[in-house]
C-alpha cells in the first residue's frame, strides 16, 4: 500500500484494520444478533451521526480541493523553491496559440482550428 512509504516499518495488518473499522462505523447502522429466540438490533451508528459525519466530510472535501487549486496557482506563478514562474515559461515562444500558415491572429486562429480538427479526427 502507499502508505508504507511514509512509514515503512508499521505493519499493513494495522492500516487495513483501521480503514475498515472506520468504514463499518461509518456505513454500517445496525447489526443483528440473535441471543435466545428474540431478534435484537443494536445500533452501532444513528443516521443522525451519519449524516453529521456525512455533512463536515463534504465541507473537507470542499475545503481541500479549494487549497489545491490555491497551492498549484501559486506554484504555478513562482512560489517554488527556485521561483521560477513553471505553469507560464511557453507563453512567449510561440505563445498560447502557436501560428499556422499565416502570421499574427489569423494563424493563431488557424493553429488552435488544425489542433481541433487534429482532435476530432
Keep these: 500500500m502507499i502508505l508504507q512509504r511514509w512509514l515503512p516499518n508499521l505493519n499493513l495488518a494495522i492500516w487495513v484494520t483501521a480503514f475498515g473499522g472506520c468504514m463499518i462505523l461509518l456505513n454500517v447502522s445496525e447489526l443483528c444478533f440473535v ?9 452501532v451508528l444513528h443516521v443522525k451521526n451519519y449524516g453529521w459525519a456525512q455533512f463536515w466530510l463534504g ?3 470542499v475545503f481541500i480541493i ?11 506563478l ?6 521560477e ?4 515559461r511557453y507563453w512567449n515562444d510561440p505563445g498560447a496559440f ?3 500558415i499565416y502570421e499574427g491572429s489569423a494563424g493563431g ?11 476530432s479526427v
Excluded at 441471543?35 to 445500533?43: D, I, K, N, W
Excluded at 514562474?85 to 507560464?88: E, H, K, L, S, Y
Design 78 to 83: 513562482g512560489a517554488n523553491s527556485d521561483h
Design 109 to 119: 486562429f488557424l493553429g488552435w482550428w488544425a489542433s481541433m480538427v487534429s482532435r
Design 85 to 88: 514562474v513553471r505553469g507560464f
Design 35 to 43: 441471543p435466545t429466540s428474540a431478534l435484537t438490533h443494536y445500533q
Design 98 to 100: 502557436g501560428h499556422y
Design 66 to 76: 479549494t487549497a489545491l487549486i490555491v497551492v498549484c496557482l501559486a506554484v504555478s
Design 59 to 61: 465541507w473537507a472535501k
